[in-house]
């Protein structure tokens, strides 16, 4: 994402706030463990398809737009996808960690294919949709071999494909406001 003065927001952050590889890490490790934290804690009973990608989608891409990184969504990816293997995280299908993985690399894969396209507040909004987008294709895939039912695949993909999208859209263009906002506030003096 190109800056009002030039330059990329992820330098001009990485350049305000000088983080060592160690502490950038963590921080794109602890953005994966928030995520699936809040996943597996925030069970809210909307019955809606895809509603936990807008926070999920929105933490991958503010770790991906704020570090210098190429592989940042997927590192918060990987390390939410290690935590929901913890039996108290009560995750019980094993489709659900790699559903937490994927969305990491399809961001960091459009990031690297396009790094121009992603200066687009659209751009990024079909990014975030594309990578949530993908948990009920997996779905889809995995029901169609093996022929398990997944209940939200009942009625048919476009329902929860379409609110997937939706809200990994909405993630992304969340995560994009904020760090906007944030990097604005930060200026140096």
């Known amino acids: 994402m190109e800056n009002s003065h030039g330059g990329s927001l992820t330098s001009r952050l990485s350049r305000l706030y000088r983080t060592s590889v160690a502490a950038e890490a963590l921080f794109l490790i602890l953005l994966g463990v ?4 809040l996943h597996a804690y925030l069970r809210l009973p909307i ?12 933490l ?3 770790g991906r737009l704020v570090s210098q990184r190429r592989w940042a969504a997927s590192i918060s990816s990987t390390s939410a996808a290690a935590i929901s293997l913890l039996p108290v995280m009560g995750f019980k299908d094993p ?7 994927i969305p990491g690399v399809v961001i960091d894969l459009a990031f690297l294919i396009s790094p121009r396209l992603l200066a687009s507040l659209v751009a990024l909004a079909l990014v975030g949709a594309f990578a949530h987008a993908t948990k009920p294709i997996a779905k889809l895939i995995v029901s ?3 022929g398990f039912p997944y209940p939200s695949l009942i ?3 476009l329902y929860p494909l379409s609110l997937h999208a939706l809200f990994g859209a909405a993630g992304a263009i969340l995560a994009a406001i904020s760090v ?5 506030d930060d200026k140096p003096s």
């Open 144 to 146: 169609a071999g093996t």
């Open 95 to 101: 489709l659900d960690t790699i559903t937490l993985l």
């Open 180 to 184: 906007r906002l944030v990097s604005r």
């Open 47 to 58: 019955k809606v398809p895809g509603h936990n990608g807008l926070l999920w989608i929105a």
């Open 155 to 157: 009625a048919g993909i």
């Open 34 to 37: 928030v995520g699936v934290a």
């Open 60 to 62: 991958l891409m503010v």
